[in-house]
Structures are given as structure tokens and as C-alpha cells.
């Protein structure tokens, strides 16, 4: 991707003279590429033309030797605005116009640079450091008095998508979702990208995580030996999730059931609606759930593969939840930054059978990131493209059958 | 009846080196040099009958005597010279306040911007060609254009020995051109080719080229150009033109022949 890029005008009798296809063989001769904004062919003779050209490069140095090149041509660099900051006023509290981000890859103009906005993510602030060299994004809650916060819309630059090189099903980044789409190929694409993740994960390459959160219908809906074992083959690497999938997958270990459920009989087990309550307060005895696999009081499934394997989990609560677990963070805001601090070096992001999980997932994931969101329910990836993550591919498939099927594809023998 | 401005040489000499014909070691005949200046205005005035403007010379501006320089007039405007090199640049206010006291508007150009008169600005009554990279800004011509109303088409100018456009490109009356093709890009060369059809213009070979018989003066039928460029002098003739040369090696130790002794005035 061509992350560099800077906007000349150029104008006169361009056309005729062949100045313009000069100056736009220059950039390509030189490496870069263009993107001719506005053409003004003048209608004529004595009428000038004039054109915009955006030009895009790999480095800045690249940038510069082309800037360097083609402005004895007539080409003037149109000078932008730096982007203006105003301090917060109080804790927790932006300035009145504060600039709103997207999803998208964004820079802002400081001091006459172009600098990159680091944590990208929508609907966050951008706060500006003091030396007024870098920036970040930050959240509403954790701005502090004085911090200096990106206003206004001057001097900031979103950068589309570009379609990505892999000619895969994230390749059409279309946010189509349908349930009557063929699952076969769009789950042997996703196994295709988390093999490769999985070999650069295992060289330790940064940037290479594959990320899955999920509700607990994945338990109810028998995936759980499907996860557990993309778990322990190395194939997850962050696991977002809340109480009930930990309580229902530890219940299983313990009870055999899922909500009371048998998960081999496929019926309610007498005084089975208690088993839930039985493991929570069980592991709240035992202090975590780390301490519960550890000590070998819990033996296999989701919770014991990802403390075997070191993935890293944040349980977030929500109000109906019971117990909860140790290590459940009941505070949303804190549950958020939790999540969020995992999100740089996601490359994948599964979101499986969990609206709640699903939306604050594909909040906090930058559009660069493809993502796949699977739910019985179709209206689960709408509203995931509804809220401006249109880079999720959606399967309307029932969790089980997607896990099985990823699992199978990726090596597991049933 | 065409109207020149001319500087006599009085004070014509290399006094530095700011063009790859100028070396300080090579001593301008001055003697020669004046007659040659002297035998130049002799052809204009008596042999062609055009009008002499004559600007007072000055000591310590060698380079004065290049009035196609001074600017380049258009009507009753003068729009005047931002040399490039400051060896030039104290003839400006010299120039300006010639064509001020001749009663023309005097218009400049924006600082940072270089131009230098008609030796970069020239062409046919509808359209102007504009040389730029050596001397001149390409950003001066939509200005000028806008100013003046007329397309002008800028040359890249690729080659240092072709410093001016008027050392390398001469529109004359009828729609015909002499040019030295190598002296532009391919991207020049093409738009000159596609303006000019071919049996209207002469790529110059490169020996006259290189004694400037693109340097030429061009006034209705008559072409002053300098001595020893046969094949052009005959292409010339063919189309129909009057052909004058005249010895100009003093000045060609500057980079200078006819056209560069020479600014048409209206």
C-alpha cells in the first residue's frame, strides 16, 4: 500500500505541450502512482487547463525525489492546512468540535508533515503529544484535562481501502451477507489465511494474531471440541468472550452440560439449570480460572486450551451474568480498554455467534483488518456493516457447523 | 513599419561565464565586434527598412547589447525580464525604466519567478511557444497567458548549448519554423510536430544549429541570420524568403546572434 502521498496542481496549456503526460510519466517512470483528481480540459485555445494530480508513494524519500522532479514542470505542491488542536477542557471531556475518527487509516498535518494517527479505530478522539510529532487515537473517557485534541477537518486525510492484493473472499471487502451463499469456499479461504497466520505467528512475527470472540451458543451448539482444538493446534491467538461461554465450557468439563443441557444426550439432566451456578462458584472458590486448570480441576475445552496455549482472554461481563467468574471485568469502560489494548497485531478477526461481542469487537477493529462475523441470525453481520465495519465478511451459518467445518479444513480428523 | 530595440556594444566584452559558449579566456574583438553590430543594424535599417530603437549602453552590463532580453512587449505593455543569474540581473531596472520612459505599461513578474523576455517567448500571432528549465519558469506562462490572452506552449529545454528557446527555435511570418529538434524532449519535440506541419518547418541540421541559425530575425519576408548555415539559407529561399547574413562570431563568444541583438517593439 502506498502509504505517502502529496497533491500538485498543475496548470497553463498542459495538454497541447504534453506537460501533464509528461509530469505523469515521470511519477510512474520514478515508482509512483497517481490519481488524477480534477482535469479541466480548457475549452479554447487560449483558455488554460488545469489538473490535480494526488501522487502516491512507498517512501517519502521516493515522494520527494518525484516532488523534486516534476515542479521544474510547473507542478506546485497545494500547501494544506496543518490540522488544528485544542486542549481538552476537563477529564473526560473533548473539545466542542473534536474530530470524530473512522476505521479507516488516517494521518494528520502536523507542523507541515503528514503523520500517521497510531491505534486507528472509529468514533475515538485523536490526541496529539506535546512535541506535536505524533498522534494516537483516545477514547472520550480517558482524556485528560490539557491533552491536545485534533479539531475541526482541516489537515486530516482518511485513506480509502485499497482493494486488497489477495484474491480471496475478503478480496471483494462487498459486506454481503447471505445465507444463501456457498460456505465451502469462504471457509476454505479463511482457513487459508489462518495457516499462514499460524506459520508467522509460530516465527514470531508480529502483526500475524488471529483473533476469535464468541458467545456461549458456541457451547450450546456443540463447537466446543471444534474450538478447543483450534485452540491447541495454535490457530487463535486472542480470545474475546464473556462469562457465560467461560461458565458453559468449564460446566461442560464438569457436568458434561451446557445450560443444564447433556451435551451427549442432548437433554436436560435433572437439576442440570444449576450446574452453571455450581461451576461459577466453584472456580470463585479456586480463586481463577488458571488456578482452576493448573490444579487439574478443570481438564480440557476452551478455558483449559487457551491457559495451556498462553492466549490471552478478556472476559467482559454484561448485566445478566452470573457470578461472575474471577477475572469477569463487570466495568465496561475498563472491559473496552482491556479488549483494546489486544487489538494491534490482529490480523483475523472471527466474531462467532455473540452480538454483543461481535459489535464491540468489530468496534475496536481497524478496517484493515478482515473480519468475518458468523450468526444463525443474518441480522448479526447487517448490523456489524450497518455500524461501518463493511470490511466483515458475513456467514449466516449456525456456530457449531462453522467451527467443525474451519476445524476440518485446517487438519482435524473427525 | 516593424520597430527594434537595439543597445550598441560600447561595453560588450565576457565578463563571466554564465552559458557553455562563455569563457572569460575567450577575448571578444571589440573593434570587430562593432563593426559586426554596426554591419547588423546597416541590413536592418537600409536592406530590410525597419526602425531602430536605441538604448543608451551602459559600463559593467556586457550583456545589455542582448536586448531581445530586456522583456517582451506586447501592444503598449512591456512585461520585463527577472533574470536568472544576478550577472543580469542589474540590467532590469536599466530595461524598465526604458520602456517607462518610452510610454509603455510596465508589468513584472512576481518574485521567485524567473523570465527572461523574448529570448524564451515567442510564436506565431495566434499562439506563443514559452522555453523553460534553462532560464526561464515554466510558471511565468499561464500568467503571461492569462495577461495576454494567447496559448502559449511550454518547450522544455534539454539542452545547456540552447539556453534561450530563441537559440534553438525561430517562428517565422507565413506559419513557417526553423527549430534544432534536439535541443527538446521527445514530449517538446511532438508538440512542436504536431502544431507545425512537416512541410512547414526546417529541423535545422546540427552544424548551422550549433551556429545559431535558429538565432534569426525575422521581419515579414526577410530573414537576417548569421553567416555559414547554407542548407537553412536554402530551405529559405525555397519557401520563399529573402535571406541577409551577416558575420555575428564576436557575439556567438557570448551565445548570441541576431535574434539575441534584437526586441521587436510592436
New interface residues.
Partial sequence: MDHYQERVAL????I????L??VLDLILMMGGTFDLEDVHIGKT??E?SHARIVIKTASKTLLDDILKAIQ???A?VEREANCRTQPAPADGILPEEFYATTHLPTRIRLQGRWVEVDGIEMDLAVRVDEQHSTAHTIPMGEVREGNQIVVGREGVRVTPLQRPSERDVFGFMESQVSAERPHGPVIADIASRMHHLREQHRLGRSGSNILLAGGPAIIHAGGREALTWLIEQGFIHILFCGNALAAHDMEADLYGTSLGYGLRAGRTVPHGHEHHLRTINRIRAIGSIKAAVTSGVITHGIMAACVRQGVPMVLAGTIRDDGPLPGVITDSVQAQSAMRALIPGVRLALLVASTLHAVATGNLLPATVPTVCVDVNPSVPTKLADRGSFQTVGLVMDAASFLAELARALGRST | MSRLLVCPPDFFGIEYEINPWMRLSNRVDHDRAVHQWHELMRVLEQDIGVALERISPLPGLPDLVFTANAGVVVGRTAVVSRFRYPERRREEVHFARWFREHGYDVMSIEEGLYFEGAGDLLGFPDYWFGGYRQRSDIRVFPILSERFHREIIPLELVDSRFYHLDTCLCPLSGGDLLYFPEAFDSYGQTAIAERVSSGFRLAVPEDEALKFACNAVSVGKHVVLPIGCPATQSWLRDRGYETHTVHLDEFMKSGGSAKCLTLALD
Avoid at chain 1, 11 to 14: A, D, E, L
Fill in positions: 496548470q497553463g496549456h498542459i497541447d505541450s504534453l506537460v503526460a509528461k485555445r487560449e488554460p521544474p514542470h510547473g506546485s
